[in-house]
C-alpha cells in the first residue's frame, strides 16, 4: 500500500490534497538542494497525518508511546500533530529513518541545526500549491533565493503571527530564529 492510500481514510480531501502537494514541493525542493527524493516525497505525504485527530486521540497516543510533552505542547492542540504524526509514523507505519521522523515532528515549530530534509518540509509546508494566505507570494520569492533564506522566512512569519494574536510560541521556533539571526549577522561580517 502506498503513502497516499495510508493518509486517505485519515484525513477529509482539503488536507490530503495538501499532503500531496506538500510532497511535490518537497521533492522539487530535494532536487534543487541536494536532498533524497524519496524520502522528501514520503516525508511530505505524511507530515500531516494525524492532523485530523481529537484532542483525546492525540492525548492517548502521547500515553500510548510515552512521548515527552510540554506544557506547552500539550495546551496548544496545534503542536500536538507534528508530535503524534512522527509517533504513528514510527509506530504504526514502521519507518524508522530518524531524518524523516525528525522532519514531520519538527516540521510545525522547526528546531534549531535543522537537516536539509528537516528545512525541505518546513519550506514545502508553506509554499505548497494550494497555498494563498497573505504573504505567500514572498514565502515563495525567498524560496527562490534559497534553503535557508526560506527557513528563516518561515521563522519570522510564524513568530509576526502568533505575537499578533498574542498566543504562546514555542521555544523551538525562538531557537531556530535566534541561530539564523546569528547566521546572518556572521554573513554580514564576512
Ligand atoms: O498543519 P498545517 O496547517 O499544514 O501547518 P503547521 O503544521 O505549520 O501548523 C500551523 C499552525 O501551527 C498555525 O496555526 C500556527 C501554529 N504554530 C506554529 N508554530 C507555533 C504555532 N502555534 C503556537 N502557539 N506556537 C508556535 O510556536
Ligand atoms: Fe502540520
Ligand atoms: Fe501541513
Known amino acids: 500500500m502506498g503513502c497516499k492510500d495510508i ?10 490534497n495538501h499532503c500531496i502537494n506538500v510532497s511535490k ?15 522528501a516525497k514520503i ?3 505524511l507530515h500531516d497525518i494525524t492532523k485530523e485527530f481529537s ?4 492525548i492517548n497516543m502521547i500515553k500510548k508511546f510515552n512521548i515527552d510533552v510540554s506544557n506547552l505542547e500539550i495546551s496548544t492542540e496545534k503542536l500536538l500533530h507534528s508530535i503524534t504524526g512522527s509517533a504513528y509514523v514510527k509506530n504504526i507505519l514502521n519507518i524508522n529513518d530518524n531524518d524523516i ?21 518546513f519550506v514545502a509546508d508553506f509554499v505548497s500549491d494550494e497555498r494563498d494566505y497573505q504573504g505567500v507570494d514572498e514565502m515563495r520569492k525567498l524560496v527562490d533565493k534559497g534553503l535557508d533564506e526560506a527557513v528563516f522566512g518561515g521563522l519570522c512569519f510564524t513568530i509576526e503571527a502568533l505575537l499578533k494574536s498574542k498566543l504562546p510560541i514555542h521555544i523551538n521556533t525562538v531557537l531556530a530564529y535566534n541561530e539564523y539571526v546569528e547566521k546572518n549577522k556572521k554573513g554580514k561580517n564576512k
Open 7 to 16: 493518509i486517505k481514510p485519515l484525513m477529509g480531501n482539503k488536507r490530503f
Open 43 to 45: 516525508a511530505g505525504i
Open 25 to 39: 514541493a518537497a521533492q522539487i525542493l530535494a532536487k534543487r538542494f541536494g536532498e533524497d527524493e524519496n524520502k
Open 101 to 121: 521522523l525528525n522532519s514531520i515532528r519538527y516540521h510545525t515549530t522547526g528546531r534549531p541545526g535543522m537537516s536539509t530534509l528537516e528545512k525541505i518540509i
Open 55 to 58: 484532542y483525546d486521540e492525540h
